[in-house]
């Protein structure tokens, strides 16, 4: 049985480890793109990609259902990151 190191991607002098199950994703999503395009970027293209799509009111809001443990929808904000007090 042969395993996978988790690749380390070093981003401006910021090296990131990931875990095989978010490797695993980037593959099934390059696959995917490949299968509907003809073509995908690597991932190291991708995870930057994802990097750059993370707004700080998403990383919040996900960092805030890990520790609270959130599993409904009612304390989502919008999009821009902004609860509207209601």
Known sequence: METKEPPVEEV???SITLPLRLT???ETAA???RERYGLSPDMPSLLRLWLACGTSGRIRREF???VLEIQRSPL???EEGQFDED
Request: charged content about 35%; cysteine-free.
């Open 31 to 33: 696959n995917e793109i």
């Open 12 to 14: 401006e002098g910021l």
């Open 24 to 26: 695993e994703n980037f």
């Open 64 to 66: 805030e259902r890990a």
């Open 76 to 78: 989502n904000p919008y």
